[in-house]
């Protein structure tokens, strides 16, 4: 089971970040990185070495990733709806 994908972006690129369930009762998180260079196709995918008993401490693990991998300031969407503004 998917969440609704949230997103974080800066100058150089958008990170759509997922939380998963899976298996049941268990949560992880995955990473689309979407480079910003050009017409070149720049996608990478990063995923959680392991997982998390709730789906707060995955999100969590996934902002916190997601963060350190972004340079100045951020804009934060639930995929469509803003949810935070850094």
């Known amino acids: 089971?998917?969440?609704?994908?949230?997103?974080?972006?800066d100058h150089?690129?958008?990170l759509v970040m997922h939380v998963?369930?899976?298996p049941p009762g268990r949560y992880?998180?995955?990473i689309v990185v979407e480079e910003k260079c050009g017409g070149a196709d720049?996608?990478?995918t990063i995923e959680?070495?392991?997982d998390y008993?709730?789906?707060?401490?995955?999100?969590?693990?996934?902002?916190?990733?997601?963060?350190?991998?972004?340079?100045?300031?951020?804009?934060a969407t639930d995929m469509g709806a803003s949810r935070l503004t850094h």
């Open 12 to 14: 150089r690129r958008t």
């Open 20 to 22: 998963l369930e899976d």
């Open 53 to 75: 008993a709730s789906h707060a401490e995955a999100e969590a693990a996934c902002w916190a990733a997601g963060n350190s991998m972004l340079d100045g300031q951020r804009a």
């Open 28 to 30: 992880t998180w995955r």
């Open 42 to 44: 720049c996608d990478s």
């Open 1 to 9: 089971m998917s969440t609704h994908p949230m997103s974080l972006t």
């Open 48 to 50: 959680a070495h392991g």
